[in-house]
T-cell receptor, first 114, second 111 residues
Framework: DTAVSQTPKYLVTQMGNDKSIKCEQN?????MYWYKQDSKKFLKIMFS???????INETVPNRFSPKSPDKAHLNLHINSLELGDSAVYFC?????????????FGNGTRLTVT | QQPVQSPQAVILREGEDAVINCSSS?????VHWYRQKHGEAPVFLMI?????EQKGHEKISASFNEKKQQSSLYLTASQLSYSGTYFC????????????FGQGTTLQVKP
């Protein structure tokens, strides 16, 4: 069973379109995240949800809107896509507050905006 | 503030050792280490929670100096499978789970 799964794996779209990425975890973790990895491999946190509540919102454009219907799911919707949005987006989960709380990453969604 | 990793890249022969350093300008609650192979997701290696304590994973160990806000990852007797990009992730004392990752260190192990 895949612990953190995200779909789709690849997303190719044109500028101006709207797209969504879905993520699900079956680890029973209470916290989920979206990370963006650019072409230089820099991994940057975007959002974090704890039990459906947004707790981390980095300086991300308003075009990005996360939604967590329950603690096992975290989706990312992106409006009016721009060339600079091209990157690999990783979903991750962890159990915060227990000291030992490794991040479990999904396999990533490679978004290409043309 | 992003932690700084050094070196940026390392090339080794099988069986050689390497050290990757991670330095933060802020107080830390924990330091995580992850390895990412090309085209794959980062995979957790270990967490350091206490100052000066070494943790081990296979032939990979790490240390964390709280006072200096530094961590080092030690890879001994490297294997071909160790190739990849290593990231340290630092967590602030607020312990929200938010990790700030370093820029990564690319390790290549050659036969």
């Amino acid at each position: 069973d895949t612990a953190v799964s995200q779909t789709p794996k690849y997303l190719v779209t044109q500028m101006g379109n709207d797209k969504s990425i879905k993520c699900e975890q079956n680890l029973g973790h209470d916290t989920m995240y979206w990370y963006k990895q650019d072409s230089k491999k820099f991994l940057k946190i975007m959002f974090s949800y704890n039990n459906k509540e947004l707790i981390i919102n980095e300086t991300v454009p308003n075009r990005f809107s996360p939604k967590s219907p329950d603690k096992a799911h975290l989706n990312l919707h992106i409006n009016s896509l721009e060339l600079g949005d091209s990157a690999v987006y990783f979903c991750a989960s962890s159990q915060v507050g227990m000291g030992y709380s490794p991040l479990h990453f999904g396999n990533g969604t490679r978004l290409t905006v043309t | 503030q992003q932690p700084v990793q050094s070196p940026q890249a390392v090339i080794l022969r099988e069986g050689e050792d390497a050290v990757i350093n991670c330095s933060s300008s802020k107080a830390l609650y924990s330091v995580h280490w992850y390895r990412q192979k090309h085209g794959e997701a980062p995979v957790f290696l270990m967490i350091l929670l206490k100052g000066g304590e070494q943790k081990g994973h296979e032939k990979i160990s790490a240390s964390f100096n709280e006072k200096k806000q530094q961590s080092s990852l030690y890879l001994t007797a490297s294997q071909l499978s160790y190739s990849g990009t290593y990231f340290c992730g630092t967590e602030a004392p607020s312990n929200t789970g938010k990790l700030i990752f370093g820029q990564g260190t690319t390790l290549q192990v050659k036969p």
